[in-house]
């Protein structure tokens, strides 16, 4: 079971904005660590997307773009393009788990 | 290009044992953390567990603690996964990934396989 809740679904039109939260708890992102984001195409494994909360690898557009405060985290994608049509995960730590958690998953689809 | 590659993965009955390998390749394995992540047919994915750089520190997910284990030989930069008393539940893709972060609390993982196959079914 997931620690990190994610919205199973949200969709947009191409060049739209879309945003997919990761709401965790006090043991996780309550307690102030970072989140990551991780994108999955179909029968492919995860990239790395975004890490330490905002931070992109190199080659990342920067249409993706993360963002924290508090306990609310976010992965905005700006300028939707159908190559966006994804999976997404969040991934943070749990001190009470003592364990990494990554979120449900959010199926981003292109309209 | 930092890469790596994982084997071992198939077809196993149900109590049955697997042990999964991890090629490291294009940067200093003995200086990172290295994690094993499984995915089940169509759901999400799951931190299994993590092995730290002095390959004496490890942690697991509760769902594989005492039935995992987790092992690393640097000089071969190889990461292990030792399978015990495997369950229809346990049958997923299971990625190698490599950890990186400045505290540990932080990691994330940079680095990621194609995944290895595991299926537990008699």
């Known amino acids: 079971q997931s620690v990190l809740t994610q919205p199973p679904s949200v969709s947009g039109a191409p060049g739209q904005r879309v945003t997919i939260s990761c709401t965790g708890s006090s043991s996780n992102i309550g307690a102030g660590y970072d989140v990551h984001w991780y994108q999955q195409f179909p029968g492919t494994a995860p990239k790395l997307l975004i890490y330490g909360n905002s931070n992109r690898p190199s080659g990342v557009p920067d249409r993706f773009s993360g963002s924290k405060s508090g306990t609310s985290v976010s992965l905005a994608i700006i300028g939707l393009q159908a190559e966006d049509e994804a999976d997404y995960y969040c991934q943070s730590y749990d001190n009470s788990l003592t364990a990494y958690v990554f979120g449900t998953g959010t199926r981003v689809t292109v309209l | 290009e930092m890469k790596v590659l994982e084997s071992g993965g198939g077809l196993v009955q149900p109590g049955g044992s697997l042990t999964l390998s991890c090629v490291a390749s294009g940067f200093t394995f003995s200086d990172y953390a290295m994690s094993w992540v499984r995915q089940a047919p169509g759901n999400g994915l799951e931190w299994v567990s993590i092995?730290?750089?002095?390959?004496?520190?490890?942690y697991y997910a509760d769902s594989v603690k005492g039935r995992y284990t987790i092992s690393r030989d640097n000089s071969k930069n190889t990461l292990y996964l030792q399978m015990k008393s495997l369950r229809a539940e346990d049958t997923a893709v299971y990625y190698c990934?490599?950890?990186?972060?400045?505290?540990?609390?932080?990691?994330?993982?940079?680095?990621w396989g194609k995944g290895t196959t595991v299926t537990v079914s008699s």
């Open positions: 092995l730290h750089n002095d390959a004496a520190t490890s």
């Open positions: 990934a490599k950890f990186w972060g400045s505290e540990h609390y932080n990691y994330h993982m940079d680095v």
